[in-house]
């Protein structure tokens, strides 16, 4: 029976080196492939854009739609992820500013985008993100931009209103805080480290399980998982990542108040997209000082047909109670029905700028 047995294994793992040895050798030929797209667009007036969001975009939703199992949609589409992270660094690879330290959550959503074929440089503050990209240090930045129970993050949607750059794609990254510290029991730890946003998100969860306990709000949540680790009393609230990088042990996974908590990042860059048959767009918009403004602005995409997702206000630092608009829609900027809403606007605002038009994320 045992020998049965082993027989059996030893056939399935012979099944298993020869599917690998295919996989393997399919891999390498699309690599080269991926290498003679390169070249063409050398030859071409690509504009030196070797990265495509639009075409990544496009490869993944179809593999969505292959997946018959027993496989999750989500393995499947980190696994061709990576593996366009690779064809694409042996074109050009690519820098990629992100919001600080390692072992934030951002992090993950740059590796998450991109795959880990990308050199991740990790900045101070969103500021630090928008200009490493501008000065072309940096091919792309990512920067959170609203969270679902915290709402939107004002200090990147104001760098949009003095920056050129462009929105070139969104990543909607579920958010899962974990309880971390030297210690194995809560009843040892006296202070819990995390950035502001990541308490908010944990209060209910504080309050039920560590009332005695003190919170102190610091810069990141990794800063915060570096400060448990040489500290005997103190734990952190911070990302899987970060329990990881500072040694911690988690004492309790998933502790955020809402279960769908989830925080949406952009990526930035100076590439304007074009369609990848399912898009979003972002405008920004400042009024006029009229009565009525805001009705006659988002009135030609009612009349157009057009879905909108999301309005935002931030003062124009252009004068007291001067307002812009931040307006995500459905669809692309070269979409007939959009491209007429948005000239129509343009009667009623003294400025408005597509930010970007991008692919949902996959
Ligand atoms: O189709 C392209 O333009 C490619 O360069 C190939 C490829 C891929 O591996 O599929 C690689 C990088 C681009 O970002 C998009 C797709």
Request: aromatic share 6%; net charge negative; hydrophobic share 40%.
């Amino acid at each position: 029976m045992a020998n049965d047995n082993q027989q059996w294994l030893n056939s399935l793992r012979t099944q298993i080196d020869d599917i690998d040895t295919n996989i393997q050798s399919l891999i390498s030929k699309r690599a080269q492939i991926a290498n003679e797209v390169a070249q063409s667009k050398a030859k071409s007036d690509s504009g030196g854009f070797y990265y495509r969001p639009e075409r990544e975009a496009q490869v993944l939703r179809a593999v969505k739609q292959r997946n018959q199992g027993p496989l999750s949609d989500e393995s499947l589409i980190r696994l061709f992820k990576e593996i366009m992270s690779a064809c694409l660094a042996q074109q050009k690879p690519l820098n990629i500013a992100f919001l600080g330290p390692e072992g934030t959550f951002s992090e993950m959503a740059t590796y998450n985008f991109f795959g880990h074929s990308v050199k991740a440089m990790p900045e101070s503050t969103i500021d630090r993100v928008f200009a490493e990209v501008e000065a072309g240090i940096a091919d792309f930045g990512v920067v959170p931009i609203e969270n679902s129970t915290e709402g939107a993050v004002n200090s990147t949607l104001d760098m949009f209103i003095g920056s050129p750059l462009k929105i070139c794609g969104e990543i909607d990254l579920p958010i899962h805080h974990n309880l971390m510290s030297k210690q194995a029991l809560i009843k040892d730890i006296n202070v819990v480290f995390s950035h502001r946003q990541s308490l908010a998100q944990c209060r209910s969860w504080l309050r039920e399980h560590a009332p005695h306990i003190e919170t102190v709000a610091v810069s990141s949540n990794a800063e915060a998982a570096r400060k448990a680790s040489f500290n005997e009393h103190a734990a952190a609230i911070a990302g899987e990542s970060a329990a990881v990088m500072y040694g911690l042990k988690i004492l309790h996974s998933d502790i955020e108040d809402q279960a769908d908590n989830a925080t949406r990042f952009l990526v930035i860059g100076k590439q304007l997209l074009t369609k990848s048959g399912d898009d979003k767009s972002s405008l920004m918009v400042a009024g006029k000082d009229e009565p009525g403004v805001l009705f006659q602005i988002l009135k030609p995409l009612n009349d157009h047909g057009i879905s909108m997702k999301r309005i935002e206000s931030r003062p124009s630092k252009r004068g007291k109670w001067d307002y812009v608009f931040f307006i995500d829609v459905e669809g692309h900027v070269e979409d007939e029905n959009l491209s007429q809403a948005i000239a129509e606007m343009q009667r009623f605002t003294s400025n408005l700028k597509v930010l970007g038009s991008y692919p949902k994320s996959v």
